[in-house]
């Protein structure tokens, strides 16, 4: 069954501008991970964040957790043409055997020159 | 060059055949994965092996089988069963069993007339 859920499911914006995207997830987890999949490929990890942390950089990309609120947001900051992509969550519950993540449906980012 | 790889990029077959998706890692990883990803869904998880002859059952193994004879492969099998088996298949591999970053391979695209 699929724990978190990316809100919106799409996203337009124009090159320069910031995009943020959400993620809501059900149960406790141990951390939380966001992908980027250009249409087609495979997936690619973009950034991992622990339970007990609250935010996370990476490049133009900004990750914070609220473990209060069950949700994660992911913004990347001066978007770029090439950063069109679907970008997913998956987490990793906290409860059973802590052997895969469960990925959400995604959220559409189109980034336009 | 580390990675992962799957093969074919395309397949077709016809109802009722069993078909083979390949996928390789060179990347010493323990544990790999295979997911499932229909059009604008998220993944959804076939079946894990945490390490060699090993593997077990994810959200929706009904009609796929899987072998781990070596560390480096691990591949699907769609069998006839599978009532609706045209999807995109992406394999994934991780350094060990836990909530690690996962690497995913390009996919293979299978489509059933």
């Known amino acids: 069954s699929q724990q978190g859920e990316e809100d919106p499911q799409a996203l337009s914006i124009q090159e320069g501008e910031n995009a943020t995207m959400n993620c809501s997830y059900k149960t406790s987890i141990n951390n939380l991970q966001w992908y980027r999949q250009n249409s087609g490929r495979g997936l690619v990890h973009l950034i991992l964040i622990r339970s007990n942390e609250r935010e996370k950089h990476s490049g133009r990309l900004r990750v914070t957790l609220d473990t209060s609120k069950k949700s994660s947001s992911l913004l990347i900051t001066a978007s770029r043409a090439a950063d069109t992509a679907s970008y997913f969550c998956?987490?990793?519950?906290?409860?059973?055997?802590?052997?895969?993540?469960?990925f959400g449906k995604g959220t559409k980012l189109t980034v336009n020159p | 060059d580390g990675g992962i790889t799957q093969s074919p990029k395309y397949l077709f077959r016809k109802e009722g055949q069993n078909v083979t998706l390949s996928c390789e890692q060179n990347l010493n990883h323990d544990a790999m994965y295979w997911y499932r990803q229909d059009p604008g869904q998220g993944l959804r998880l076939i079946y894990y092996s945490q390490i060699v002859n090993d593997f077990q059952k994810g959200d929706i193994a009904e009609g796929y089988s899987v072998s781990r004879e070596k560390k480096e492969s691990f591949p699907l099998t769609v069998t006839s069963a599978q009532k609706n088996p045209t999807a995109f298949y992406l394999c994934?591999?991780?350094?060990?069993?836990?909530?690690?970053?996962?690497?995913f391979g390009p996919g293979t695209r299978l489509t059933v007339t």
């Open positions: 994934a591999s991780s350094i060990a069993r836990g909530p690690y970053e996962q690497y």
């Open positions: 998956a987490t990793d519950p906290a409860q059973g055997g802590s052997e895969k993540l469960v």
